[in-house]
């Protein structure tokens, strides 16, 4: 048997429900409200529009959660979440990839 972390996920992954599985992973990535730490508010303060309209046009995550998005969204910038094929970006907000899959 396999050791690593993502066999061991996959197996744990079967143990349950899609909808009990993503519920679980959401209950832990949120459990200790890590919507304010000081990575999220920089990366917030640096999507900020400006006046020239230079800046950050979109942003990759490789992570499954939501937590960019909350903190743009706390500090109102538009954005649009791209997780799937069918998503488009929008040229007036600031896109948000996020590559391996999203979970909100």
Do not use: W
């Not at 009990?20 to 832990?28: A, F, K, N, R, T």
């Not at 230079?54 to 109102?76: A, Q």
């Amino acid at each position: 048997m396999e050791d690593s972390p993502l066999t061991q996920m996959r197996y744990i992954r079967g143990t349950f429900v899609v909808d009990e599985y993503i519920q679980l992973i959401h209950d832990v990535l949120y459990e200790n409200n890590p919507d304010t730490t000081v990575l999220l508010k920089a990366i917030s303060q640096l999507c900020r529009p400006s006046r020239k309209h230079i800046g950050v046009k979109s942003v990759i995550t490789y992570n499954f959660d939501d937590l960019v998005e909350r903190i743009l969204e706390n500090d109102g910038i538009k954005h649009t979440s791209i997780y799937r094929d069918t998503d488009i970006s929008i040229n007036e907000n600031l896109n948000i990839y996020h590559v391996h899959g999203y979970l909100r």
